[in-house]
């Protein structure tokens, strides 16, 4: 008849100890970088006056009631009045203005 072991013990008997593991402290994990991957575009809106897009690739038509963008694979159709774009950079675009409208085509 085999003898159950408890799941401490090896095999042969003898007591299993794991090896420790060394533990990250909260103040070490904020040290390594953080690698994000932005797969599709980010859109964040504040109210119906500010949207802020990640990953933004070209404006094709901008006047102060509308703006098309490129935006990942899609354009982006924005209407509304006073708009304005306020930052842009080779990823990101910041419009301002009342929105009415936003359009995926």
Request: proline share 5%; hydrophobic share 35%; with cysteine.
């Amino acid at each position: 008849m085999n003898k159950k072991l408890p799941r401490n013990r090896h095999d042969d008997g003898t007591k299993f100890t794991p090896s420790p593991k060394k533990k990250k402290s909260l103040f070490d994990a904020f040290k390594e970088p953080v690698v994000q991957l932005v797969l599709e575009p980010q859109l964040q809106i504040t109210g119906n006056s500010e949207l802020y897009i990640e990953g933004c690739k070209a404006i094709l038509e901008y006047d102060d009631m509308m703006v098309k963008l490129v935006v990942g694979k899609k354009e982006l159709l924005i209407t509304g009045k006073d708009l304005s774009v306020s930052g842009y950079t080779e990823s990101s675009i910041t419009v301002k203005g009342a929105f009415q409208t936003l359009e995926w085509n």
